[in-house]
T-cell receptor, first 112, second 110 residues
Framework: KAGVTQTPRYLIKTRGQQVTLSCSPI?????VSWYQQTPGQGLQFLFE???????NKGNFPGRFSGRQFSNSRSEMNVSTLELGDSALYLC???????????FGSGTRLTVV | QKEVEQNSGPLSVPEGAIASLNCTYS??????FFWYRQYSGKSPELIMF????GDKEDGRFTAQLNKASQYVSLLIRDSQPSDSATYLC??????????FGAGTRLTVKP
């Protein structure tokens, strides 16, 4: 059974640019969540999608957005990148709300 | 402000000892509790979950939950150097949000 797949693994972007990250959940998992991880802040919740609908959203500015497609694949977009957006972005999927997450390997974004 | 708190460590134990990792949470309506292990440079992986008060054992790992005290712990028996990692406590809150603690860094010394 394939795990959670995130692409790309690494990205270097310039301030002001925008970026799109992709996540394919485990087959059969309809819930996809995104987290930002930095050394100082730990894992910070961005948003959760279920059946193409955003179910919850964390405390991030509107520059961070996401969506989920009918095949449960998800993308997140960050516009007008800032230096502070440099982080590991983790996607996680789960079968139901009572289950734990399975995380992807993450996308490491560096903004210069 | 809902919180999940862990001692950031580092927690250092000798090989073969018991490592005890602790976590407290603020949302009294929390339903499920998870422990993740994260090796340096890797993503978190689920190692244990617990829903009911009491202990749950899986191999060398035991999760303990006390909902009245809003406290969950993870014990690692016969600690091995390969257990050296950051351990993240996660809580599924009453609104189904999954909130993570900042993690405890564990070092097991040979």
């Amino acid at each position: 059974k394939a795990g959670v797949t995130q692409t790309p693994r690494y990205l270097i972007k310039t301030r002001g640019q925008q970026v799109t990250l992709s996540c394919s959940p485990i087959s059969g998992h309809r819930s996809v969540s995104w987290y930002q991880q930095t050394p100082g802040q730990g894992l910070q919740f961005l948003f959760e999608y279920f059946s193409e609908t955003q179910r919850n959203k964390g405390n991030f500015p509107g520059r961070f957005s996401g969506r989920q497609f009918s095949n449960s694949r998800s993308e997140m977009n960050v516009s007008t990148l800032e230096l502070g957006d440099s982080a590991l972005y983790l996607c996680a999927s789960r079968q139901g709300q009572g289950n734990g997450y399975t995380f992807g390997s993450g996308t490491r974004l560096t903004v210069v | 402000q809902k919180e999940v708190e862990q001692n950031s460590g580092p927690l250092s134990v000798p090989e073969g000892a018991i490592a005890s990792l602790n976590c407290t949470y603020s949302d009294r309506g929390s339903q499920s509790f998870f422990w993740y292990r994260q090796y340096s440079g890797k993503s978190p992986e689920l190692i244990m979950f617990i829903y009911s008060n009491g202990d749950k054992e899986d191999g060398r790992f035991t999760a303990q939950l006390n909902k009245a005290s809003q406290y969950v712990s993870l014990l690692i028996r016969d600690s091995q150097p390969s257990d050296s990692a950051t351990y993240l406590c996660a809580v599924r809150e009453n609104n189904n949000d999954m909130r993570f603690g900042a993690g405890t860094r564990l070092t097991v010394k040979p």
